[in-house]
Nanobody, 124 residues
Framework: QVQLVESGGGSVQAGGSLRLSCVVS????????MAWFRQAPENEREEVAV???????RYDDSVKGRFTISQPNAKNTLYLQMDSLKPEDTATYYC?????WGIGYPAPDEYNAWGQGTQVTVSS
């Protein structure tokens, strides 16, 4: 059974930093994509950053240059380093995993494993 467990959320002032972690277990595919999504109240869930099994990454325009997705231990742990945080980054952040071998990256509904979420609150 695949399990994803996020941690590292919290409250921070604007301009500060947080690092989110997602521990992945039971995920045995060698071809995959893993991503961070976020959802603010009354908003739809949106993809923040995604990385595939070859190390290629993509970022939403709103976080480019501020957030970094990484996976230093292959698929065991996924990180999201968040710098220069803004109040509009406030949301619940989720990690997700997909068995993926296609061109590009998965659509949100193609992820079949999700974490429970971790809250990030950025105050001005």
């Amino acid at each position: 059974q695949v399990q994803l467990v996020e941690s590292g959320g919290g409250s921070v002032q604007a301009g500060g930093s947080l690092r989110l972690s997602c521990v992945v277990s039971g995920f045995t595919y060698s071809d995959y994509a893993m991503a961070w999504f976020r959802q603010a109240p009354e908003n739809e869930r949106e993809e923040v950053a995604v990385i595939d099994s070859e190390g290629s990454a993509r970022y939403d325009d709103s976080v480019k240059g501020r957030f970094t997705i990484s996976q230093p231990n292959a698929k065991n742990t996924l990180y999201l380093q968040m710098d220069s945080l803004k109040p509009e980054d406030t949301a619940t952040y989720y990690c997700a995993a997909a068995h993926w071998w296609g061109i590009g990256y998965p659509a949100p509904d193609e992820y079949n494993a999700w974490g429970q979420g971790t809250q990030v609150t950025v105050s001005s």
